[in-house]
């Protein structure tokens, strides 16, 4: 089974942190995303990356930034926390950009920005 | 351009009830059709899929069918138990390798 996993379930940090997000993936998979979810919303693409050391920018890109230093591992970060970005964070990986395969997600963070 | 509409939730059944959720699609070219589901507390999971037109998707009860025509992705359950209770996700994949999803229709299930 892919197994994709989020470095917490929860998280509270106070405005003006740096914080890092982390996830991992263990099945090779090329694509990775970040996700934010809020009520009413759904899910809004962050920043996704096709392959090491490459990224991308989703919808809402404004004030969190990425890295993908490791084909397993995609971090994102926001620079200095504000409480607009407290949310839940999903990440996901996908094999590859065929048009049948589909994301698995991780289990999320819950991030609040206090 | 591309885009997912899910019925309004959220919805409330009685143990064994008839499940429709509704999901309509605006996509160029010939995308896929996903329904994930998210139980409390939990990432999303996918529930079924379906790639091409005509296509039924099913898993754990659940059906849906790619209708082209009506582009629509109908998510149905003849049945449902207190543990289907969860959101449910339409989303859509084109060829670009993009996904879009719904807004996401919550589900309560009622002994």
Redesign the interface.
Known sequence: DVK?TQSSRYLVKRTGEKVFLECVQDMDHE?M?WYRQDP????R?IYFS?DVKMKEKGDIPEGYSVSREKKERFSLILESASTNQTSMY?C?SSKD?G??????????TRLTVT | GNSVTQMEGPVTLSEEAFLTINCTYTATGY??L?W?VQYP??????LL?A?KADDKGSNKGFEATYRKETTSFHLEKGSVQVSDSAVY?CAL???G?Q?Y????TSLTVIP
């Open positions: 994709v694509n995303f009413g919303l759904g899910l693409l096709y999903l996901a950009r048009i049948n395969y589909e994301q698995y997600f991780g289990p999320g | 995308p896929s996903f994930y507390g939990e990432g999303l999971q996918l899929k790639t996700f994949k084109n060829a390798n996904f999803f719904g807004t996401g």
